[in-house]
């Protein structure tokens, strides 16, 4: 008998095609089992490449340009963060319509932006930003970074009677956007701005309480911190010059009835007055 013959009358058990049925399922469990194993694997060792890369220092400030992965603290437009500091040195650098302000001591870049304040005004346009904690500012390198910025009209100095402190007025052109984003490990402020995003496209005339026309000096920064607790904010004017002003009020009833309360101060001396302009200019 050959071996063909002999295989030819092996008998065949009964339930013997169930029995394959089930070997075929244990198969296919134990192929989708492993998948799922190697899967997760993959994922876990991705996200481990993505945590040491993190702490490498030059790769993690260029994940901190990626709002998802990098330590943005917080994004905003008016407000305030950043933690308490002393002997920062602010630097800029700018791409496109982004400005970044670095800080740093003893020439190395902190981990978190000292304490700092964004205000947003009308007439003109403009944000003003104070920092905290900061002795040294490269002014020029400020100045000529932000007014290489195709959506900023004017830059200028916000004199603070303390030396710790430091403050700058960013004047902003017609109809743009702007957020103000704080990031961490390394600590810097970055300004993004972007044309045709702004919410009021519509010029308007404001009412203010405003000084005469003054040199920058301290006899300025004394009347603007005088009337800090009314929202003062200093202006430059279009002869160049800088004026205090409060407001800006919808109409004139209103910046009178705010003129008086301000003479009637035992402290009043530096004579106010009630003057007008457009949203999107500087005062006369």
């Not at 901190?64 to 305030?80: W, Y």
């Not at 020029?140 to 959506?151: M, S, T």
């Not at 702004?198 to 000084?211: C, D, I, N, P």
Request: one cysteine or more.
């Amino acid at each position: 008998m050959t071996g063909k013959e002999r295989y030819e009358q092996i008998n065949i058990p009964s339930g013997l095609s169930g029995v394959i049925q089930q070997a075929r399922q244990r198969a296919r469990n134990q192929k989708r089992r492993k998948m799922m194993i190697w899967r997760s694997s993959s994922l876990v060792a991705a996200c481990a490449a993505v945590m040491i890369t993190a702490n490498v220092p030059g790769v993690a400030k260029a994940l901190s340009d990626v709002p998802v992965i990098g330590s943005v603290v917080k994004i905003l437009q008016v407000g305030g963060g950043g933690e308490r500091t002393d002997g920062v040195s602010v630097t800029t650098t700018k791409e496109s319509d982004t400005l970044n302000i670095n800080f740093q001591i003893d020439g190395e870049q902190i981990t978190s932006a000292p304490s700092y304040t964004v205000d947003h005004k009308e007439g003109p346009n403009r944000l003003i930003f104070t920092f905290n904690g900061v002795r040294h500012l490269d002014y020029d390198k400020l100045e000529q970074d932000i007014k290489a910025l195709k959506n900023v009209k004017d830059v200028y100095q916000n004199i603070i009677l303390d030396d710790s402190a430091i403050g700058f007025v960013v004047e902003l052109k017609d109809d743009v956007d702007y957020s103000v984003s704080e990031y961490q490990q390394p600590g810097y402020i970055q300004l993004k701005l972007s044309s045709g995003g702004g919410k009021s496209t519509q010029a308007h005339e404001l009412f203010f309480v405003r000084s005469e026309d003054m040199e920058q000096g301290e006899a300025l920064a004394m009347l603007a911190e005088q009337y800090s607790a009314d929202g003062s904010s200093v202006v430059q004017t279009q002869n160049g010059k800088f004026t205090v002003v409060m407001g800006a009020f919808d109409n004139r009833a209103d910046a009178e009835k705010h003129l008086k309360e301000f003479t009637d101060r035992e402290d009043y001396s530096e004579p106010l007055h009630v003057d007008s302009w457009m949203s999107n200019e500087n005062p006369q």
